[in-house]
Each structure stands twice: as structure tokens, then as C-alpha cells.
């Protein structure tokens, strides 16, 4: 599953907004991706964390076509290696895109991340394009 699915961060927004005002909303942006090794099993498989030019860095390298899930605005492929199977799921800017259309929708105070140290230039060149104002 993406690391934070459009559909699913709406629904927290949703519920978030009756019993907080939209100013006081700062929506969490994820800054990295998961590496899943499958088959999943609950409380047994356990992903490794992953940046998101390495998720393309990985894609590139395993050959993996990326694929982008409509529901959950977010980019992920499939990969072998070793004989395991792997998922990986991660952010770009399309996935961003999304997440930032909805700060605007609902009118939230602003934005914070979840791995800041993780870098990802796309994502500060979109985020500047998008909510910078001259003064």
C-alpha cells in the first residue's frame, strides 16, 4: 500500500476538520518510500525505508516499470532480486501534487515532513512553484 494514500489522507483531513479549524491544520507529508519484500504477512514482513530518488534509483537499476495508482496518488513498481519479490511504494511529484491540492481544497494552515533529511529537489522546486509569494 502507498506510504500515505490520497483517499486515506482525505479521509483524516475530513474527520480532523470537525473537531479542528483548517488554521490550525498542518498536513503531514511523507518524504521517503517503503521496500517491501513479499509475500506480506501482517506483523511478520518488515519493509526497509527508502528514499525517493532510490526508489527510481532501484527501478532503473531492476528495470521496473513504475506505475501510478489512481486511488492512492502515489508511484510504485514490483522487482525481483535474490528469488524475493519486492513492492515498493514512494512519493513524487504527482504524489505531492495531490497532497498539496488538498492543503488548498481545505483551506489547512500549511504542510510538515516526515524525514526532512531525506533529499528530494523535485519536491522543494514543486513546493516553491506552488506557495511561494513575492513579497
Not at 5 to 15: D, K
Not at 39 to 52: D, L, M, W
Not at 95 to 115: I, N, P, R, T, V
Request: glycine share 8%; net charge negative; with cysteine.
Amino acid at each position: 500500500m502507498a506510504v500515505a494514500p490520497l483517499n486515506q489522507v482525505r479521509r483524516v483531513v475530513e474527520y480532523a476538520l470537525t473537531e479542528i479549524p483548517a488554521s490550525k491544520i498542518d498536513l503531514g507529508i511523507p518524504n521517503y518510500g517503503y521496500d517491501w519484500p513479499l509475500p506480506y504477512e501482517r506483523g511478520v514482513t518488515k519493509a526497509a525505508t527508502i528514499g525517493n530518488v532510490q526508489a527510481v534509483r532501484i527501478a532503473v537499476e531492476q528495470g521496473a516499470e513504475i506505475e501510478f495508482d489512481s486511488l492512492a496518488q502515489s508511484p510504485y513498481f514490483r522487482y525481483s532480486t535474490g528469488g524475493t519479490e519486492h513492492e515498493v511504494w514512494f512519493e513524487d511529484v504527482r504524489s505531492l501534487e495531490a497532497k498539496f491540492g488538498l492543503m488548498e481544497e481545505y483551506g489547512l494552515h500549511g504542510c510538515g515532513y516526515w524525514q526532512v533529511m531525506e533529499w528530494f529537489r523535485a519536491n522543494w522546486l514543486l513546493l516553491r512553484d506552488l506557495f511561494y509569494i513575492e513579497k
